[in-house]
């Protein structure tokens, strides 16, 4: 059979070669039961780690670490027994194609958990899988010489395959590391208590300007692009992107100052222009203000700072909410102002201090105009429904006490021509 098989060009293992490739069948077997426990063990104590530092808990995120957890020992465990001898080809095979496979799982549980596309996941999990599969087989280095052979030379730089693909892996990568990072970061700038909701908002939009900032120059070191080479259109450039961009990054510094000086931050409730609601979020480029309605506006920063903004809770919450209500002449004015106040005080969610009042404005043309005060501390919950609830009270102590609202009244004098 070995001389048949020998004329076919076909390797038939020897019988220790089949015996170590069983022994690591077996190795991968035992490796795979002890990553499962600690999946089971480690994982969940992880998860309550995570829970506490960042305030997200899921049972999709309990799975996903636990798995996480599960590929990581297998990759290690397997890694230490490969390089702790040297293995028939078989076996090598064999341990190699384990770890390519548990390397990769872990890569797309891990790139998939920062919410990236399923394609960069894809990608990445198969680059690991490629290169270390080849790499336990001691075939890496003949792989990467045919990728690197396939491309061309631009004067002095050298552009193939292989350097598309190091480069694509590199900028998904980066970008994988990145928001790891942004999340961290403001999972733990949220923690923090000596910062208000505002300076939070800052930190976290600096953090991640600075961030991007350095990943940028980490990446481009990484590629090698050489950026002297650009030093001849880095004048044009600049001019260019200045002027497209102008907008973007007054937009972008309107924000860092609106935020640095406090003078409009989340929660707030504003009028800008026509344009009225409560700030539910501070953007790179346009504040997010919602209305009554659930209209969402956004507004560019740059508007913010150079028009006029009415901000109702800047210093202080507290709102006055203004009713106007007339009576008839021939009422009771003395009662129908104590019923105003009592309508006032009705709602719940108006102050008692400062206590309701009630003024007289003017002596109108069809009855006496009055302007009933109340003051709410939170004005996000709209004002139209506290005056409505004041009114439609006031609507009904007004019937039980015989007060009359005016209405217009015109008098028509209907002469003869003939007399």
Same mark, same amino acid.
């Given at each position: 059979? $070995?001389?048949? *098989?020998?004329?076919?060009? &076909?390797?038939?293992?020897?019988?220790?070669?089949?015996v170590s490739a069983g022994a690591a069948l077996l190795l991968v077997f035992v490796t795979w039961m002890l990553a499962l426990l600690a999946g089971r063990t480690i994982g969940p104590w992880l998860v309550g780690l995570w829970a506490r530092y960042t305030d997200e808990q899921s049972d999709a995120m309990t799975m996903r670490i636990c798995r996480l957890v599960r590929f990581a020992v297998a990759a290690q465990i397997l890694t230490i027994?490969?390089?702790?001898?040297?293995?028939?080809?078989?076996?090598?095979?064999?341990?190699?194609?384990?770890?390519?496979?548990?390397?990769?799982?872990?890569?797309?549980?891990?790139?998939?958990?920062?919410?990236?596309?399923?394609? *960069?996941?894809? =990608?990445?999990?198969?680059?690991?899988?490629?290169?270390?599969? *080849?790499?336990?087989?001691?075939?890496?280095?003949?792989?990467?010489?045919?990728?690197?052979?396939?491309?061309?030379?631009? @004067?002095?730089? /050298?552009?193939?395959?292989?350097?598309?693909?190091? $480069?694509?892996?590199?900028?998904?990568?980066?970008?994988?590391?990145?928001?790891? =990072?942004?999340?961290?970061?403001?999972?733990?700038?949220? /923690?923090?208590?000596?910062?208000?909701?505002?300076?939070?908002?800052?930190?976290? +939009?600096?953090?991640?300007? =600075?961030?991007?900032?350095?990943?940028?120059?980490?990446?481009?070191?990484?590629? @090698?692009?050489?950026?002297? *080479?650009?030093?001849?259109?880095?004048? %044009?450039?600049?001019?260019?992107?200045?002027?497209?961009?102008?907008?973007?990054?007054?937009?972008?510094?309107?924000?860092?100052?609106?935020?640095?000086?406090?003078?409009? +931050?989340?929660?707030?409730? &504003?009028?800008?222009?026509?344009?009225?609601?409560?700030?539910?979020?501070?953007?790179?480029? %346009?504040?997010?203000?919602?209305?009554?309605?659930? +209209?969402? /506006?956004? =507004?560019?920063?740059?508007?913010?700072?150079?028009?006029?903004?009415?901000?109702?809770?800047?210093? $202080?919450? $507290?709102?006055?909410?203004?009713?106007?209500?007339?009576?008839?002449?021939?009422?009771?004015?003395?009662?129908?102002?104590?019923?105003?106040?009592?309508a006032a005080i009705s709602p719940a969610r108006v102050l008692n201090s400062p206590k309701p009042n009630v003024w007289l404005r003017r002596f109108g043309e069809n009855g006496l105009e009055h302007d009933i005060l109340v003051w709410i501390k939170d004005p996000e919950g709209g004002v139209g429904n506290v005056q409505s609830e004041i009114l439609n009270r006031l609507w009904v102590l007004f019937k039980e006490n015989n007060i009359h609202?005016?209405?217009?009244?015109?008098?028509?004098?209907?002469?003869?021509?003939?007399?």
């Amino acid at each position: 059979m $070995n001389e048949a *098989a020998a004329r076919l060009g &076909i390797d038939i293992p020897s019988y220790p070669a089949l015996v170590s490739a069983g022994a690591a069948l077996l190795l991968v077997f035992v490796t795979w039961m002890l990553a499962l426990l600690a999946g089971r063990t480690i994982g969940p104590w992880l998860v309550g780690l995570w829970a506490r530092y960042t305030d997200e808990q899921s049972d999709a995120m309990t799975m996903r670490i636990c798995r996480l957890v599960r590929f990581a020992v297998a990759a290690q465990i397997l890694t230490i027994a490969l390089r702790a001898e040297t293995w028939p080809p078989l076996s090598a095979f064999i341990l190699g194609f384990s770890i390519a496979a548990s390397a990769a799982l872990l890569i797309r549980e891990a790139v998939r958990s920062l919410d990236m596309p399923r394609w *960069a996941a894809l =990608i990445l999990a198969l680059a690991a899988f490629v290169a270390l599969l *080849a790499n336990a087989m001691e075939r890496l280095r003949p792989v990467t010489s045919v990728l690197d052979r396939i491309g061309f030379d631009a @004067g002095k730089m /050298h552009f193939s395959l292989l350097s598309v693909i190091q $480069n694509g892996l590199i900028i998904l990568a980066i970008y994988a590391v990145v928001k790891l =990072i942004t999340r961290l970061l403001n999972a733990s700038i949220r /923690h923090s208590r000596s910062l208000d909701a505002t300076q939070q908002l800052l930190a976290q +939009k600096l953090g991640s300007v =600075i961030l991007l900032i350095v990943a940028f120059f980490i990446g481009i070191d990484l590629i @090698g692009i050489d950026l002297t *080479a650009f030093t001849v259109f880095s004048g %044009a450039f600049g001019l260019a992107v200045g002027f497209g961009l102008q907008k973007t990054f007054g937009n972008l510094i309107a924000g860092i100052i609106l935020l640095m000086d406090r003078s409009i +931050k989340p929660g707030d409730v &504003i009028v800008v222009g026509e344009s009225f609601g409560y700030v539910t979020k501070i953007g790179v480029r %346009a504040v997010s203000i919602v209305t009554r309605d659930g +209209k969402e /506006h956004l =507004i560019p920063n740059e508007n913010l700072m150079t028009q006029e903004v009415e901000n109702w809770s800047y210093t $202080n919450p $507290n709102v006055r909410v203004h009713i106007p209500v007339s009576v008839g002449y021939d009422c009771d004015l003395e009662l129908a102002q104590k019923l105003m106040i009592e309508a006032a005080i009705s709602p719940a969610r108006v102050l008692n201090s400062p206590k309701p009042n009630v003024w007289l404005r003017r002596f109108g043309e069809n009855g006496l105009e009055h302007d009933i005060l109340v003051w709410i501390k939170d004005p996000e919950g709209g004002v139209g429904n506290v005056q409505s609830e004041i009114l439609n009270r006031l609507w009904v102590l007004f019937k039980e006490n015989n007060i009359h609202v005016p209405f217009p009244q015109r008098y028509v004098h209907i002469e003869d021509s003939r007399s």
